[in-house]
């Protein structure tokens, strides 16, 4: 869990990189913030997220994005519903075999 929330700095960033998140009863990388604290972001490469409740999510502004990952086997592979988080992909990801059967998340406009 990353987390900007009750952090009064400008921004929390993180990187996990190589790291397996199974088995989980609720999120494999969950990342949050809210309004008026630090803006949060979770940059996920080269990593796991299976056999979760869900996989990748991303709550209240905060971000992830994630790149060479594969994502399945969870109830729900990636979630952003909630409080404007955001889930965004390098579309090089593996996102399948999750129960809610969704499609890969929004593609990172690359300049």
Same mark, same amino acid.
């Given at each position: 869990?990353?987390?900007?929330?009750?952090?009064?700095?400008?921004?929390?960033?993180?990187?996990?990189?190589?790291?397996?998140?199974?088995?989980?009863?609720?999120?494999?990388?969950?990342? +949050?913030? /809210?309004?008026?604290?630090? @803006?949060? &972001?979770?940059?996920? *490469?080269?990593?796991? !997220? %299976?056999?979760?409740?869900?996989?990748?999510?991303?709550?209240?502004?905060? +971000?992830? /994005?994630?790149?060479?990952? @594969?994502? &399945?086997?969870?109830? *729900?592979?990636?979630? !952003? %519903?909630?409080?404007?988080?955001?889930?965004?992909?390098?579309?090089?990801?593996?996102?399948?075999?999750?129960?809610?059967?969704?499609?890969?998340?929004?593609?990172?406009?690359?300049?």
């Amino acid at each position: 869990m990353v987390s900007g929330v009750d952090s009064t700095g400008p921004a929390v960033k993180v990187t996990v990189y190589d790291s397996i998140a199974s088995a989980n009863s609720d999120s494999g990388f969950f990342v +949050t913030t /809210r309004s008026g604290y630090a @803006a949060t &972001t979770l940059m996920l *490469l080269n990593s796991v !997220a %299976s056999n979760n409740d869900r996989g990748l999510v991303a709550v209240g502004g905060a +971000t992830i /994005r994630v790149a060479h990952s @594969a994502v &399945t086997g969870n109830n *729900l592979g990636w979630d !952003a %519903s909630t409080g404007g988080g955001v889930v965004q992909s390098y579309g090089n990801n593996y996102i399948d075999g999750n129960l809610s059967h969704e499609g890969a998340p929004p593609s990172i406009a690359l300049k």
